[in-house]
Structures are given as C-alpha cells and as structure tokens.
C-alpha cells in the first residue's frame, strides 16, 4: 500500500482566497494519514480514541495552516471487539466446588492464576478447618488466616516471627473486623501481645479456647472475655494475669464446662476471683501447681465445693497447702466426681487418702507421690475398688490427647 499525505483545512467552511468553492486540495507531504486517524476539529462530535494521548506525541506543526485544537480521532462506526473468553467464563459457584476438593497447598496454587480464583480460594469452604501447626508465621499471615472462612484453626507450636509488622492501618482494620473462629488452639506457640490481639480480638463465637504458654496480660483476657459463649477454656502455663484479668474472664465467660488453670502462678486473691464465679455448670477442673506459699488451701476447696455439685473430674495436683480437711470435703461433697487427682499432695496423711474407697461415685484416684513405693502394694489392697494411678496426665479443656490428629473432636488431616 502507498503512503500518501494529506492537508485539511482547519474547519470544513474554510475558503481560499480566490474564493472557488471546488478548488482541489492537492497533497501535501508533511501530514501523515493514517488507516484508522484523521485530523478534524475539536467541535466535530466524533469518538476520541483511547490512544489518542499516544498519538499526540506526533509533530504536527510541519504544517502552519493547521489550527493546534486538532486531535486524531477515531472514525465513528469503528468496530470494537468483543473479549473471546468472555463466553467461556466459568460461574463462581461452580469454581468453589471444584476448590472444595483441593488440598490447601494446590488451592493456594490455583489462587495464583487470576483475580476470580483468588476471590473464590479466598473464601473457600475447603479452609473450614487449618493446621498451622508448628510452621513459620508473620503478622500478615494471621491477618490473611483471619479473613478467611475458618471455623477450626490449630496454632500450636507455631513458630511466629517477632521482628516482621504489618503497618498500623491493616492492625487496626484487623482490630475492627470480625471472625468465625469457633475453635482456637494456640497452645505453645509462644505468640506475642500483638499476635494474639490480630488473633483473638475479631473473634466473638469462640467456643473452646487454648492460650497455653502464652502471654495472658489484661488485653489479652479482655479478648477472651468477649466470647460468652466459650465452653472450654485452657490457660494452663500462661504469665501475666491480673485479678483484673481475670475477672474479666470470668464475670462474663460464665458457660465454662471445662477450666484448665493449671501451672500459670495464681495467686490466692486471683483463684478467690475465680471460685466466687464459678457456675454449676462446670464439669471439669484443674487447679494443680498453684503458688506453694499462697495458693490453694483449705479454705478455698471447701468455697467452691459448694458450687461444683456437677463436677465429674477435679485436679488438686502440686498444692502443698492442701491438707486433710481436703479429704473430708471431698467425701461430703463432689457427688458426681469419678475422677480425683491428688498426685504430690505430700501435707495430705495416707491413712485419711484410703476413705476414699468408699465413696460411691468415684472411680480414678491418682495419688502419684503421696504413697511410699513400700507402701503402695498395702494402699492397693486398701482401695481395692478404685482404679489408682493409671492416669499419668490430666487432659482437661485440652485441645487434644497423645497427639490425636483432632482438636475437640474435630479431625485436622486432609486426605
């Protein structure tokens, strides 16, 4: 094809000096045309082209007789094509099923490949239930777990990173937002202050909790105070908790059926704070290895025993305060108590720990430390009905036991 040049007056009733109406406009070789541009003027109502700005990058002024209000435009009527894949496009329900049978690892690939996968894999049914357990975290990828449909997520032993911050602005729209977290292991993962708050403060239908080693300050527990529907609450080994705190906790958690508060230093005024808000409905509970000077005594067993006739399981472990009195408690109360737990109870008398024999709800009776090896056979023949230090660990409001592939019932492996 030729390349030819052109020049157009600047307005269509222009003339030229000699006045004839028909004078052939001869071409000119400063202009170029080309196959989908013209030059017209701005007051002509013709479609400006999306590559209009590339194109003014062309020098024009070759020519003086044309106006600077000209711009190359596209031709009205200039087909336009359609996208060639827009037929093909596949609805998002139909996507969320076929994601529904990846495995989290080829899902987290397919939401690489565009925008709709990463939408729909974003909130996928197959992330109900996550296993983070024991790998490396961010800050960032708590907020990204946080935004997801999870209902079971398992932290534990999680290997969080201390240095790396998200900025201000996604902490505090993590702050605001909200979770469907039902189920929460964080046990032994050794998170920050700042983690768990990105953690537990979006969540408002927590149903069993763990913060087990974890830092349990008056932030953290005014978190876990917002879950009034939390039925097991693990805070065994946990630093940091205040009487504020834990009245917090407690005051407001008052559907606990299981309690774990087993090693984390309470103090006597705290575990008062705890037994004065104890419920009936309570069926399980630690209390081993409170603080040796002034932790659990005498006084304080007999104060919740009045609350706790629903108590089937009751952990006095490593209290070296508790005494006999404890005993004569247990006998007189407790009417549904089938599993005790008095293991290094060493200011308890063994002649008195024999009367439990005859309790007649109770079944499993740990006394770990209490009974000389010489003797443990005559203490055996003794308590012949009970069933005695078979129970080396006690798994109250623990997510899981002997390493099960379930947290509360729930089965963490993907197949």
């Given at each position: 094809?030729?390349r030819?040049?052109a020049r157009f ?7 030229d ?7 052939t ?9 080309f ?32 106006e ?15 996208n ?22 080829d ?43 999870i ?54 239908k ?10 349990l ?7 876990i105070?917002?879950n ?18 834990a ?7 008052n ?17 008062r ?19 040796r ?15 706790a ?11 070296g ?30 002649n008195i ?8 709800s ?20 003794m ?9 080396l660990f006690?798994?109250t ?16 492996l993907?197949?």
């Open positions: 094809m030729s030819f040049t007056p600047s307005t269509f009733e222009d003339k000096d000699s006045g004839d109406e028909n004078k406009v001869f071409a000119d070789e400063s202009i170029p045309v196959p989908c541009y013209n030059l017209y003027p701005r007051s002509s109502k013709l479609s400006v082209s999306g590559n209009s700005a590339r194109l003014k990058s062309i020098s024009l002024n070759d020519n003086n007789d044309i600077e209000d000209t711009l190359p435009i596209r031709r009205i009527g200039a087909r336009k094509r359609d060639p894949f827009k037929k093909y496009q596949v609805p998002d329900e139909i996507v969320d099923v076929i994601f529904s049978n990846l495995r989290k690892r899902l987290l690939s397919a939401m690489q490949v565009c925008q709709q996968f990463y939408a729909v894999g974003h909130l996928s049914r197959n992330w109900t239930t996550t296993d983070v357990m024991e790998r490396p975290i961010t800050e960032l990828t708590l907020i990204t777990l946080m935004k997801r449909k209902r079971v997520l398992r932290l534990a032993g999680a290997k969080p990173d201390p240095i790396s911050r998200v900025n201000v602005r996604m902490f505090a729209a993590c702050m605001l937002g909200t979770s469907r977290i039902e189920f929460l292991d964080l046990s032994r993962a050794n998170l920050t202050v700042r983690q768990l708050l990105i953690l537990l403060k979006p969540c408002r927590l149903q069993c909790l763990s913060v087990e080693g974890n830092v300050d008056d932030q953290v527990a005014s978190c105070s917002d009034k529907n939390l039925r097991e609450l693990d805070i065994s080994m946990t630093r940091g908790i205040s009487i504020n705190g009245r917090m906790i407690f005051q407001k958690c559907n606990l059926e299981q309690l774990n508060a087993s090693w984390c230093g309470l103090s006597e005024p705290i575990l704070v705890v037994i004065d808000n104890i419920t009936d409905k309570l069926r399980k509970l630690n209390l081993s290895g409170s603080i000077e002034n932790g659990l005594n005498d006084e304080l067993v007999d104060a919740f025993s009045a609350k006739d629903n108590i089937t399981d009751l952990d006095l472990s490593d209290n305060q508790l005494g006999d009195a404890v005993v004569a408690t247990i006998m007189a109360r407790f009417p549904k108590l089938t599993h005790l737990s008095l293991n290094r109870c060493y200011a308890m008398d063994p720990i024999v009367h439990l024999n005859i309790k007649p109770l079944i499993y009776l740990n006394v770990h430390g209490c009974i000389t090896d010489n003797n443990m056979k005559l203490f055996l023949q308590c012949d009905r009970l069933k005695c230090n078979t129970q006690n798994f409001a623990k997510p899981t036991s002997n390493n099960a592939p379930f947290i509360w019932g729930h089965n963490m993907e197949y």
